[in-house]
């Protein structure tokens, strides 16, 4: 925490949001730019946060399982360091680009081996089950690590509903593209839309999350609104944002970084220190937002309790 | 113009103006902006400033010539060693934030890992030109090995480039560009020895024939 200054950041007390939304009306009123030029630092300061305006609405939730109690990120760190290639691939660009991502009305349309294939609407999916509150630890492949309180549910909820048939081993996973409000998609490098999977008794998990949330609000669209997946023992890429489409399937679907390089993402991407990426050890982790590299990554990210009796019999090197 | 690029102001405002960069990336700090990922603002700005300072470097000579203006050399020192200086932040930055001074790690990083390869032997020729740009080493080695000695920074930028290329996870838009821009400077002097050996070469058809290696 050497980076900022001394407020505790919990998510509770973050600037109120008629604070963010008075000021950004001011800020327009005037125009950013001779704003700055007329009154310098301590105005531009005020111009730099009025970026992150999150138009979240309030969730209300219960306290969920497995949570961690870790300490939590800023939720300032959590909006502004994003890897969302739709809306650009530094990490600081999801924040200002994805501002007005139209994420209402918003379907999700289950399909494939189910004998239920059906859509929901988001108002569908936000009354599913209680929503929870899960504090996770989200473990990027690039070798950073943060902990969010997520708002969902256990995404098998949804798939009972939909009653998967015994062919169905695969579930498929589809984020939302639209090139008119992605212009900076078509720069990714990765093929668009994004597409994930998993493996159903991994989908069926109950820390496999459904989220709609974080902390305790919708969403904010560079997060992944208005619905993702988290999926704390894998890699950061396998918790798809801005969900459409999940399909059922008999064969193992094919995943966006899996296309991309396959030498370098699996399938699997179970947080594994053993297994390097060709470009980055795995061993170490920086927790954000600290400087150094001083934290050691656990083995399935330090949920093996949970999920390592998925794993049994298979050579984690061969399946990484 | 010519009295501009001459005047000894010139060379400090442009000394200030190399600074600029650093100064960009410990102002958030001295702010407390919140910076969520530190030690990638440091590295990745370290990275693009020694990048950029290369190809600054190398602008110097193709600019001299086409805007005839020789006084330019003056500043081709200075922006050669900000980009060392650079270098030596972002190898800094990867040796203390990311490696925890772990020699033994580093080690297996540069065999084990093409992108810190090729970084690494980025930097590595960076050294000895560095050590060598004052005017004592240009006389002790003599105006000609000197030179040869420096082009080791066409070298230097290209695997620069490569490290850049190799360590992006998609996204190679920008690598590209960089990768253009070192083309097109190393392309231009390809240019430029072409032509001077084909004017040798012309010169040489009379009686007595000029030596072919006279092309420096
Ligand atoms: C002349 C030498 C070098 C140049 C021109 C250079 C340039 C760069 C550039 C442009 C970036 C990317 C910045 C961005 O994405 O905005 C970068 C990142 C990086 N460089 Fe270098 N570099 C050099 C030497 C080195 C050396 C010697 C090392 C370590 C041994 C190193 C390690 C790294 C690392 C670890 C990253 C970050 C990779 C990541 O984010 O995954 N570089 N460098």
């Known amino acids: 925490m050497l980076l900022r200054k001394p407020t505790d950041l919990t998510y509770a007390d973050v600037t109120p949001k008629s604070v ?26 005020l111009a730099i946060p009025s970026q992150s305006v999150h138009a979240g609405t309030k969730l209300t939730s219960i306290k969920g399982p497995f949570s961690t109690d870790e300490k939590i990120n800023s939720f300032n760190d ?27 009305p918003w379907t999700v349309s289950v399909s494939g081996e189910v004998k239920k294939a059906r859509k929901f609407s988001m108002e569908e ?25 997520w708002i969902g549910f256990s995404l098998s909820t949804l798939v009972n509903l939909v009653e998967p048939t015994p062919k169905a081993r695969f579930v498929a996973f589809e984020s939302y593209y639209d090139p ?29 999350l459904l989220c709609v949330g974080m902390y305790g609000e919708t969403l904010p669209n560079q997060d992944g609104a208005p619905v993702r997946l988290v999926v704390p023992w894998k890699y950061g890429f396998k918790s798809i944002k801005s969900l459409v489409k999940i399909r059922f399937v008999k064969d193992q679907p094919p995943t966006t970084w899996n296309l991309y390089s396959s030498q370098e993402y699996g399938f699997y991407s179970n947080v594994n220190p053993q297994v390097d990426h060709p470009r980055w050890s795995q061993a170490r982790e920086r927790r954000l937002p600290e400087f150094f590299k001083t934290h050691k990554t656990l083995m399935l990210n330090g949920y093996g309790e949970q999920v390592a009796s998925l794993y049994a019999g298979m050579d984690l090197r061969k399946n990484y | ?18 600074l600029g960069p650093l100064a960009s990336i410990i102002w958030p700090f001295v702010r407390h902006y ?6 990638q603002f440091i590295q990745h700005g370290t990275g693009d400033w020694t990048l950029r300072f290369l190809v600054c470097a190398l602008t110097v ?51 084990k890992r093409p992108f810190i390869t090729v970084g690494f032997l980025a930097f590595t020729l960076l050294i000895p030109l560095a050590i060598t740009s004052t005017t004592g080493w240009i006389r002790r080695l003599g105006g000609r090995r000197w030179r040869i000695l420096h082009r080791a920074i066409y070298l230097s930028a290209v695997c620069g480039v490569i490290h850049y290329y190799w360590l992006v996870k998609s996204a190679v838009i920008r690598p590209l560009f960089y990768a253009a821009l070192v083309a097109l400077l190393l392309a231009w002097r390809l240019g430029q020895w072409f032509l001077r050996r084909r004017r040798t070469a012309l010169a040489g058809a ?11």
Not at chain 1, 20 to 45: S, T, V
Not at chain 2, 61 to 87: D, H, K, N, S, V
């Open chain 1, 20 to 45: 963010y939304l008075d000021r950004r009306k001011f800020l327009r009123g005037i125009g950013i730019a001779g704003l700055a030029a007329l009154a310098g630092q301590r105005l531009l300061e």
């Open chain 1, 78 to 104: 959590v909006t502004h360091y994003n890897n969302f290639y739709e809306f650009g691939v530094d990490k600081d660009q999801p924040a200002k680009n994805s501002q007005k991502f139209v994420t209402s």
């Open chain 1, 125 to 149: 999916i936000l009354k599913l089950a209680p929503l929870e509150e899960r504090i996770y630890r989200l473990r990027c492949v690039e070798g950073w690590s943060i902990v969010v309180p």
């Open chain 1, 180 to 208: 008119g409000q992605m212009p900076l998609g078509k720069y990714a490098g990765i093929e668009l839309p994004y597409v994930e999977g998993l493996r159903l008794d991994e989908a069926m998990n109950p820390l496999t």
């Open chain 2, 1 to 18: 113009m010519h009295t501009l690029l001459a005047s000894k102001w010139t060379k400090g405002a442009l000394f200030l103006l190399c």
């Open chain 2, 34 to 39: 919140t910076i969520p990922d530190p030690l």
């Open chain 2, 61 to 111: 000579t193709p600019l001299r010539q086409l805007l005839r203006l020789p006084e330019l050399i003056r500043f081709r020192r200075m922006l050669g060693l900000f980009a060392f200086f650079y270098a030596c932040l972002h190898f800094t930055t990867y040796l203390v934030f990311d490696k925890l001074f772990d020699v033994h790690e580093i080690w297996k990083d540069v065999y």
């Open chain 2, 206 to 216: 009379g009686p007595q024939r000029a030596p072919v290696n006279a092309s420096q």
